[in-house]
C-alpha cells in the first residue's frame, strides 16, 4: 500500500475541525504538527515514524504522531475517518442551490490582523473549497485588540497580496479589501486614498453598540452613503449563543467574548436598508454561527427593501471558509435569489460593481 501525505492529513483535520467548530487548542495541535514536518525532509519524517521519534519534534504529540503513522503506512488516519463520518447533514435543495452558485467570500481575515493562519493558507482553503476568489478584509487601525492594520501595514498587505496572487493556481485570485470600522460620527477608519484602492470594502461598527436608536441609524446612514462602502457587516453587531470554545481560531482575538450574548443594536432597520438599496449597499449575511446577521426578521425586510446581499463567512480560519453554508441555510429560508448576492458574481464584476460604485 502506497504512503498517503502525512501533511496534507494533518492539514485536512485541521479544517475539519474548524469547520465543526471543535476548540481552538485541537485545531492548533495538527497545524503545529503539519508545520513542524513540513520543514523536515520527507526520509526524515519517515525515518522518525519508523523509529517512533517523531514526538521528540517541537509541534508534534502522540495523536498526530499516530496520524502520521497512519498515514505514512498509506491507511487513512483513523482520527481523519471519524472527522469524515461525522461531518453533518446535507443542506436542503435551495440553500445547496445557493451555496452552489457563490463563487468567493467578500469577508475574511488573516494573521495581520485577528485570524490564525496566514494569507497563503487561506487562499489555499479556499481553492480547495472551489472558490474563484476571495476578498482579504483584516481590520482597520482602532481596533487594536483586533491588531488593525494601519495605513502603512495595509499598503505592505496590498504588495504582499500582489506577491501571492502570482503564485496561486490559476483561475484563483486574492481580492484586496478592508474590514473598516465606522466610527461614532459615521466616518471610515482609514485613509481614503487607501480606500480608493482597494477592491472591496467592508464597513462595520465594532464600538459604541448600545448608541441609542436615532445615534446608530445617523451614523450607520452616514457610513453607508460614502462611495468607498460596498458593503455593510454584520450589521446589528448580536452574539445569539454561547459558543463553542472552537468557534475562535488560533488567534481570533476579536471573537473571544467569554461566551457572552449580546443582543443587536437598536437601529431603524427600514432607513437603513432602504439607504443600502438606493446607494447599491450590500448587505452582509453573516455566516459566523454566534452571529446569524441579520437577523432573519430584518434579512426579509432588507430583500423587501430591494437590497443586494453577500454571503461572507468572517472566517478566521481555514476550515471557517466553509461556514459558508450557514449563511446559505438562512438566506434559503427567507427567499434571497443567488441573483441578489454580489459574490454569486465573478471576480471581475465583483471589482467593476464596487469601483463603478465609488
Not at 180 to 208: K, M, N, T
Not at 316 to 334: I, S, T, V, Y
Request: hydrophobic share 40%; glycine share 8%; proline share 5%.
Amino acid at each position: 500500500m502506497s504512503a498517503r501525505d502525512p501533511i496534507s492529513d494533518l492539514r485536512r483535520i485541521a479544517f475539519l475541525l474548524e469547520r465543526a467548530n471543535e476548540a481552538s487548542y485541537r485545531v492548533k495541535a495538527f497545524r503545529s504538527a503539519a508545520k513542524a514536518l513540513a520543514a523536515l525532509p520527507a526520509t526524515e519524517v519517515a525515518s522518525r515514524a519508523a523509529a517512533g521519534t517523531l514526538t521528540e519534534l517541537g509541534g508534534v504529540g502522540d495523536v498526530t504522531a499516530r496520524c502520521v503513522t497512519e498515514s505514512l503506512a498509506g491507511e487513512e488516519p483513523v482520527y481523519l475517518r471519524r472527522l469524515l463520518a461525522t461531518e453533518g447533514v446535507d443542506l436542503d435543495e435551495a440553500a445547496t442551490a445557493l451555496r452552489t452558485a457563490l463563487r468567493g467570500d467578500c469577508h475574511t481575515h488573516s494573521d495581520w490582523s485577528d485570524g490564525g493562519s496566514p494569507i497563503e493558507e487561506m487562499a489555499l482553503a479556499a481553492v480547495e473549497l472551489g472558490h474563484e476568489y476571495m476578498v482579504l478584509t483584516d481590520h482597520s487601525p482602532r481596533l487594536t485588540v483586533a491588531r488593525g492594520l494601519t495605513a502603512d501595514r495595509l499598503r505592505k498587505q496590498l504588495d504582499y497580496v500582489a506577491a501571492v496572487n502570482d503564485a496561486l493556481p490559476e483561475g484563483f485570485r486574492i481580492l484586496t479589501g478592508i474590514e473598516v470600522d465606522i466610527l461614532a460620527d459615521g466616518s471610515l477608519d482609514q485613509e481614503d486614498e487607501l480606500l480608493d484602492r482597494l477592491d472591496v470594502v467592508v464597513a462595520s461598527v465594532h464600538s459604541g453598540l448600545r448608541d441609542d436608536s436615532a445615534r446608530m441609524t445617523k451614523r450607520m446612514l452616514t457610513a453607508i452613503a460614502n462611495p468607498h462602502v460596498d458593503i455593510l457587516g454584520h450589521c446589528t453587531g448580536r452574539m445569539v449563543a454561547n459558543r463553542p470554545a472552537g468557534v475562535t481560531g488560533p488567534g481570533d482575538r476579536a471573537h473571544r467574548r467569554g461566551g457572552k450574548t449580546r443582543p443587536p443594536s437598536d437601529f431603524d432597520a427600514d432607513a437603513v436598508f432602504a439607504a443600502c438599496a438606493e446607494h447599491d449597499t450590500a448587505v452582509e449575511i453573516n455566516s459566523r454561527p454566534e452571529r446569524q446577521d441579520p437577523p432573519k426578521r430584518l434579512l426579509r425586510r432588507a430583500l423587501e427593501a430591494g437590497c443586494r446581499f453577500a454571503i461572507n463567512t468572517d472566517a478566521h480560519a481555514p476550515g471557517q471558509l466553509d461556514w459558508q453554508r450557514f449563511g446559505c441555510e438562512r438566506a434559503a429560508l427567507c427567499g434571497v435569489p443567488a441573483d441578489r448576492v454580489i459574490n454569486s458574481w465573478p471576480a471581475e464584476r465583483v471589482v467593476e460593481w464596487a469601483r463603478a460604485r465609488g
